[in-house]
């Protein structure tokens, strides 16, 4: 099956247009998900509605578009990148389901929907993310491999960025700081695994799943550890300046769990400048790719513009 990727875009001449861009992309995550995942009604049938109840909850698909901009940069896409994409996409959902349980950030709210634990139950949400996340490696084996980067590879770029010295570091960081003064360098620490370490590893798995160069790869690295931190910056920022309604989760949760944020620690003035800072760092990191770059530009500035 063609991917609507390699159907228009960034061989039509036209100008580049970030919304047909996400759209299509997301369009063609949508489908390769509902193809790896099992079926709804497959046994243990709740399971599977829980896994897919999230996973389908209307999330921005950030992750899969930076892993599809990352490996067209480098002169791949299309079906190959796809498997990278979704891998990503099911770690993540993972994540925001085990956050939002009673036993983490309790919230009631995600992606406009109750959670799922509010749903399913808290047991089943439990599994669900732990089926998600598992489900993420058999996905990525799909991925083509090619002479620089076999699985084994690829499988250890998305453990070490999902495992204990990265994303769950920087949630156990979180939970024991709350109500705690911290430092900057310290929500740094924070930030750098929570969420910059798997927005770099989608860039990556993408520039892998087109047999970038080791130079490429290295760039894709800056670019998606600034953006990430970046990213969490204005995640920070939109928690005390936007509604629940637009952010689909509950507003405020910052303020309320006493949570150390860069609005809390810098101001709100700062802490976009510090936004802006690290998408420059980012664009920076975007020059060795002469110019075949322009989603992953166009889309480091709409993270920083982004207002849900
Ligand atoms: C192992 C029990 C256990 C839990 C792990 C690792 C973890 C739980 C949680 C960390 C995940 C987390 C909430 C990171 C913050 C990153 C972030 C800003 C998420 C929101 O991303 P968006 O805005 O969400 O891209 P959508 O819904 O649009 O995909």
Redesign the pocket.
Known sequence: MASRAQHRGKDSGSPFDLKVYLEERTADVNEALDRFLPSATHKPATLHRAMRYSLFAG????RPALCMAAAEACGGGGEACLPAACAVECV?TY??I??DLPA?DNDDF??GKLTNHKVFGEGIAVLAGDALLTQAFEILTTCPVSKRYGAQTLVLELARASGSLQ??A??VADLEAEGKALSTKELRYIHER??SALLCCSVRLGGMSANCTPVQLEALSRFGFNVGLA??VI?DILDVTQTSELLGKTAGKDVAAQKATYPAIVGLEKSRKIARQLTEKAYAALAVFDGRATALEALARYLLERDR
């Open positions: 999330g921005k698909r950030m993540h994540s925001l085990h956050d983490m995600r992606r994303l769950i920087g949630q929570k969420t990213f969490q995640d």
